[in-house]
């Protein structure tokens, strides 16, 4: 059974910058899709950034684009997401999500099987 876990959120100031990092467990990491996804207080869940299993595929939600960088090390088992330029409004819980399914997840929570507990990020004005 994969597990994910996400790690690297806090609290920064508005301009600072944080790295999440998603480990997964239980099996291969190499052919698994992985995607970002937060939820603020009373709001839905948005995506944030996805990656294909290769890294060759990437994209990413218009709100987060120049700031936000996904990538991932098939070696640590670990997607990381590096977050620069953070802004209030993106204070959430951060989850991480995979699917062994697909080559490639995107932005549609529903193409993902796994799921993390989820880490709190919150940018402070």
């Not at 960088?69 to 088992?77: A, E, G, H, L």
């Not at 799921?115 to 004005?125: A, F, I, K």
Request: with cysteine.
């Amino acid at each position: 059974q994969l597990q994910l876990v996400e790690s690297g959120g806090g609290l920064v100031q508005a301009g600072g910058s944080l790295r999440l990092s998603c480990t997964a467990s239980g099996r291969t990491f190499t052919n698994l899709a992985v995607g970002w996804f937060r939820q603020a207080p009373g709001k839905e869940r948005e995506f944030v950034a996805a990656i294909s299993w290769s890294g060759i595929s990437i994209e990413y939600a218009d709100s987060v684009k120049a700031r936000f960088t996904i990538s991932r090390d098939n070696v640590k088992n670990a997607v990381l997401l590096q977050m620069n330029s953070l802004k209030p409004d993106d204070t959430a819980v951060y989850s991480c999500a995979g699917t062994t399914s697909r080559y490639y997840g995107g932005s549609n929570s529903l193409h993902y099987d796994y799921w993390g507990q989820g880490t709190q990020v919150t940018v402070s004005s």
